[in-house]
């Protein structure tokens, strides 16, 4: 009686595919961590940011984002609430040392501003905005989520 050594096709079938799926599972790993720190980097510049370059999409809803930390607001309805420039109503915080780096009518490549990175709405675009102007300046720029 013969005996052989060799592997069956169908065990290193499923060693291979132990093998791999052990690698996904360590990959996700490194993903989560990395991503959890990514999130707590951003969610720390975006506490600290002030918002002064700003980018305007001029195509429907006034629309401006910060080109640092990618907060955006709406400026329609009740305005701007937080992303406010000289010229507009309300006096809130920075008012006076925000600018306008950039102007388009490419939504695409305005959004585009966003790098992946999750939504961060200020003023009346923030989760919080009950309409009219009723919450404070850091009320409307707390960061949620991520
Ligand atoms: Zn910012």
Redesign the pocket.
């Known amino acids: 009686m013969a005996t052989s050594t060799q592997i069956p096709d169908a065990v290193q079938y499923e060693l291979t595919l132990g093998s791999l799926t052990a690698q996904l599972d360590a990959y996700q790993k490194v993903v989560e961590v990395a991503t959890g720190k990514r999130d707590a980097a951003l969610r720390d510049l975006?506490t600290h940011?002030r918002?002064l370059h700003l980018i305007e999409l001029e195509l429907g809803p006034p629309h401006r984002m910060?080109t640092?930390?990618g907060?955006e607001e709406r400026g329609w309805a009740y305005g701007y609430h937080v992303l406010v420039m000289q010229g507009d109503m309300g006096n809130p915080p920075y008012k006076q040392d925000r600018v306008l780096v950039e102007r388009t009518t490419d939504s695409h490549y305005f959004y585009g501003r966003r790098l992946n990175r999750p939504i961060f709405g200020v003023g009346q675009s923030h989760p919080d905005f009950p309409g009219a102007g009723l919450r404070t300046y850091e009320q409307l720029t707390r960061v949620t989520g991520e």
Do not use: D, K, S
């Open positions: 975006r940011c918002h910060c640092v930390c907060a």
